[in-house]
């Protein structure tokens, strides 16, 4: 037995003197019966090349967007990554960082921490921008909750035409704050969000409002003004897509008092769904209120240019009930990549990727449009780089027919959205040709 296995095989046995107790069984004891698994039944181990074999061979499952066709997005999107910033993010400086607590050896990570907050903030129009939260989804759970500090209150509302899985998990957080989550309805025809269900459920005892631009159905809201001006003294919460808001009015400039959203559009890979980087910014009175941590710029002893962690509202740095926050770290890593992505496109490289997403998009929609059956955009309303289309056959049966032809057709809605009977939620990006588009109108021409 080596030293290490000595030592630890050693403090287990005086542990176990100092609880009293014989034996492991004696220690695990206190476990219900009924709920013991009775060990678990794994294989043997192999050898790194049987290994490696038999990792392949499971992986080949998979059937990802660089050997198949793909239109699906819904909140993960196929963009194209600069070698530079996987070359940057691969630095062991970066790659092999954890939290800065010692800012004196950090100041690497720190000012890539600063970068990509200042990166975002003027990205989004508002005031403070945190060093990341996990993604979309827990950024909105944090959002409904902030939004109680700052305006009280014991119900929250949320568009129904943002994604469904990031409702479900905003609905998980207000449960354990004993808040209730209501729907807004959204208008049949423009997909916008519908002003008059708005106003009627806006009450005294409503904390906020969350509706997305561009929302789940890809359709970019119109009616900001009269939005913000419902809403009134409540908290505003607007959750965007940050590669389109290189070409659209920023939230911070449409009244938001809190931005949430997602750059995993911004340098980050789908990697399977995850990870991601929550995005997520408050005007700068709410920033006592604001989980997450704040990377600051500030000057050491010496009067040099040094950076820290200025904020930190979570458990383990102040008083439990002063924390914002039990999200105990960020997606640092990410954040990096996400300012890599933006410093190496610029802002002309980051308007001509939104507009190519754009054009994209009505190309695809017309063309699709033009095929007996289909009905595309389902809604008419300016779009970003998806929309909703309608076809003349269920939605799953569609995309399995689509998968026989190697093409990942989009994402059947249905289930969420049963009014949208056969409908799809088609994502197009920078990473699709013209002869890319003709094979998918193809194989719908051949689907009936």
Same mark, same amino acid.
Request: charged residues 20%; glycine residues 8%.
């Given at each position: 037995?080596?030293?290490?296995?000595?030592?630890?095989?050693?403090? &287990?046995?005086?542990?176990?003197?100092?609880?009293? !107790?014989?034996?492991? *069984?004696? #220690?695990?004891?206190?476990?219900?019966?009924?709920?013991?698994?009775?060990?678990?039944?794994?294989?043997?181990?192999?050898?790194?090349?049987?290994?490696?074999?038999?990792?392949?061979?499971?992986?080949?499952?998979?059937?990802?967007?660089?050997?198949?066709?793909?239109?699906?997005?819904?909140?993960?999107?196929?963009?194209?990554?600069?070698?530079?910033?996987?070359?940057?993010?691969?630095?062991?400086?970066?790659?092999?960082?954890?939290?800065?607590?010692?800012?004196?050896?950090?100041?690497?990570?720190?000012?890539?921490?600063?970068?990509?907050?200042?990166?975002?903030?003027?990205?989004?129009?508002?005031?403070?921008?945190?060093?990341?939260?996990?993604?979309?989804?827990?950024?909105?759970?944090?959002?409904?909750?902030?939004?109680?500090?700052?305006?009280?209150?014991?119900?929250? #509302?949320?568009?129904?035409?943002?994604?469904?899985?990031?409702?479900?998990?905003?609905?998980?957080?207000?449960?354990?704050?004993?808040?209730?989550?209501?729907?807004?309805?959204? *208008?049949?025809?423009?997909?916008?969000?519908?002003?008059?269900?708005?106003?009627?459920?806006?009450? *005294?005892?409503?904390?906020?409002?969350?509706?997305?631009?561009?929302?789940?159905?890809?359709?970019?809201?119109?009616?900001?003004?009269?939005?913000?001006? +419902?809403?009134?003294?409540?908290?505003?919460?607007?959750?965007?897509?940050?590669?389109?808001?290189?070409?659209?009015?920023?939230?911070?400039?449409?009244?938001?008092?809190?931005?949430?959203?997602?750059?995993?559009?911004?340098?980050?890979?789908?990697?399977?769904?995850?990870?991601?980087?929550?995005?997520?910014?408050?005007?700068?009175?709410?920033?006592?209120?604001?989980?997450?941590?704040?990377?600051?710029?500030?000057?050491?002893?010496?009067?040099?240019?040094?950076?820290?962690?200025?904020?930190?509202?979570?458990?383990?740095?102040?008083?439990?009930?002063?924390?914002?926050?039990?999200?105990? +770290?960020?997606?640092?890593?990410?954040?990096?990549?996400?300012?890599?992505?933006?410093?190496?496109?610029?802002?002309?490289?980051?308007?001509?990727?939104?507009?190519?997403?754009?054009?994209?998009?009505?190309? !695809?929609?017309?063309?699709?449009?033009?095929?007996?059956?289909?009905?595309?955009?389902? &809604?008419?309303?300016?779009?970003?780089?998806?929309?909703?289309?309608?076809?003349?056959?269920?939605?799953?049966?569609?995309?399995?027919?689509?998968?026989?032809?190697?093409?990942?057709?989009?994402?059947?809605?249905?289930?969420?959205?049963?009014?949208?009977?056969?409908?799809?939620?088609?994502?197009?990006?920078?990473?699709?040709?013209?002869?890319?588009?003709?094979?998918?109108? *193809?194989?719908?021409?051949?689907?009936?």
């Amino acid at each position: 037995m080596n030293r290490p296995a000595m030592e630890h095989s050693k403090c &287990f046995t005086e542990m176990m003197s100092d609880l009293g !107790l014989a034996s492991i *069984d004696e #220690l695990f004891r206190d476990i219900p019966k009924e709920v013991r698994t009775g060990g678990l039944d794994l294989p043997k181990g192999m050898g790194e090349l049987d290994f490696s074999r038999d990792l392949r061979q499971l992986l080949s499952a998979n059937k990802p967007a660089t050997s198949w066709l793909s239109f699906l997005g819904g909140g993960v999107y196929f963009h194209h990554i600069p070698a530079a910033v996987r070359s940057v993010v691969s630095r062991s400086e970066f790659a092999t960082s954890y939290t800065p607590y010692q800012s004196e050896i950090s100041q690497g990570m720190l000012q890539a921490l600063f970068e990509y907050q200042s990166f975002m903030a003027e990205l989004t129009g508002i005031d403070i921008i945190n060093s990341s939260m996990y993604d979309a989804s827990t950024a909105l759970g944090e959002a409904v909750l902030m939004s109680h500090r700052i305006s009280g209150g014991s119900r929250f #509302l949320a568009s129904k035409s943002i994604s469904p899985e990031r409702l479900a998990v905003a609905r998980l957080y207000a449960k354990g704050a004993g808040l209730e989550i209501s729907t807004v309805d959204y *208008d049949g025809d423009s997909g916008l969000v519908d002003l008059n269900d708005l106003d009627s459920k806006m009450s *005294d005892d409503v904390c906020g409002f969350y509706y997305e631009i561009p929302n789940f159905f890809g359709v970019l809201e119109t009616g900001w003004k009269e939005i913000r001006k +419902t809403v009134d003294d409540k908290t505003l919460v607007i959750g965007t897509n940050p590669l389109s808001l290189a070409l659209i009015k920023p939230p911070g400039e449409m009244g938001a008092d809190i931005v949430i959203g997602d750059a995993q559009t911004l340098g980050v890979p789908m990697n399977l769904g995850g990870p991601s980087i929550g995005v997520f910014g408050c005007r700068s009175e709410h920033l006592r209120k604001m989980p997450g941590r704040l990377i600051g710029m500030t000057e050491d002893s010496a009067g040099r240019r040094s950076f820290c962690m200025t904020l930190q509202t979570r458990e383990q740095h102040i008083r439990r009930s002063k924390a914002t926050s039990n999200i105990c +770290t960020n997606e640092a890593l990410l954040a990096v990549a996400v300012a890599a992505h933006m410093a190496i496109l610029g802002r002309a490289g980051l308007r001509s990727t939104a507009g190519r997403n754009i054009r994209n998009m009505n190309n !695809l929609a017309e063309a699709i449009d033009s095929i007996e059956g289909y009905t595309a955009p389902l &809604f008419d309303a300016p779009h970003f780089n998806e929309f909703v289309m309608q076809s003349p056959v269920e939605g799953n049966r569609l995309n399995k027919a689509l998968m026989g032809k190697r093409i990942h057709g989009g994402l059947a809605i249905e289930r969420w959205f049963p009014e949208l009977k056969n409908c799809i939620l088609v994502a197009t990006t920078e990473m699709h040709t013209s002869e890319d588009h003709r094979r998918l109108i *193809d194989a719908l021409e051949a689907i009936r």
